[in-house]
């Protein structure tokens, strides 16, 4: 496809900044380009209308082990303009970010389907804080690709935990997102219940505090001169601000990576 030309012509590795990714064998699980500097795998999405609440993926089982076992790919969401031959965005979800929390087990394929019986899954892309997304082309127009690597480097620390501690302060993020830059310590405990739904084994969800307090601190960010829990969660938001959104002015720019297909048949 045009789409995967595309990218692996364009496309630099998020990730570390090798200059090119490399295509996978052609049916490979889970992973369409792998790096081959630092060997991070990348899975590409591609339509014509931008990704909203859900992204259609492969195997259940498959994508369920790969995230327990630490091996998920990082995602690139593709929009393009086929009429222009142009891509209009483009996001990448490091697979860091990706806890079995935000997949979704579909239904088993029919009886009569030629895969009978086989079940697929769906990323739930509200299941995730705004952080997890990071735009290498907005609005038709590469961002400069520093800003891109220091964005998707900023939760990085999420790689080297394990998978329900990674879940878990994935999950508290998002929560944290739908607050103000000031919030309580009853706020945060509001959570409490989603919070268990999506984390059944963990006995703890109080600790959804202390959990700020050490986003905090993985950004080596100082979380003294208050000294109370309160002070440190109402500027927790403040001190992990995401970073300018890709539309916001002076946050992108035209000169990486080429936004045209190179080939003048249509994307598919």
């Known amino acids: 496809m045009i789409t995967q030309t595309w ?5 630099y590795c998020l990730s570390c900044g090798e200059p090119r990714l490399r295509p996978t064998r052609e049916g490979q699980a889970v992973v369409d380009f792998r790096c081959a ?15 909203r ?11 369920k082990t790969a995230i327990s076992r630490g091996e998920a790919p990082s995602f690139l969401l593709m929009q393009y303009d086929p009429a222009r031959l142009h891509v209009q965005e483009l996001s990448g979800i490091p697979g860091f970010f990706l806890s079995v929390s935000a997949l979704e087990e579909r239904r088993p394929l ?28 907005a609005q038709g127009q590469a961002r400069p690709s520093a800003v891109v690597r220091g964005e998707w480097a900023r939760f990085k620390v999420l790689d080297r935990v394990n998978e329900e501690s990674q879940g878990w302060a994935v999950d508290v993020l998002r929560c944290v997102r739908r607050l103000g830059d000031e919030f309580s310590l009853n706020e945060i405990y509001a959570f409490d219940g989603d919070l268990q739904e999506l984390h059944p084994q963990n006995r703890n969800v109080p600790k959804s505090a202390n959990s700020c307090r050490s986003l905090v601190m993985w950004e080596s960010l100082s979380s003294s001169g ?10 927790c938001n403040r001190t992990l ?4 959104r890709p539309w916001q002015k002076g946050s992108y720019s035209s000169r990486e990576p080429s936004v045209g297909f190179s080939s003048r048949s249509p994307p598919t």
């Open 7 to 11: 990218a692996a012509e364009n496309l």
């Open 37 to 51: 500097a630092c060997d991070s795998p990348y899975q590409l999405k591609s339509q014509r209308r931008r990704f």
């Open 53 to 63: 609440r859900r992204i259609l993926d492969s195997a259940y089982g498959t994508m």
């Open 110 to 137: 029919s009886a009569s389907a030629r895969r009978a019986g086989w079940v697929g899954c769906n990323i739930l892309l509200d299941r995730l804080p705004p952080d997890a997304r990071v735009f290498a082309v």
């Open 226 to 235: 208050g000294g109370d829990t309160d002070c440190v969660l109402r500027r």
């Open 241 to 244: 601000k995401p970073g300018p």
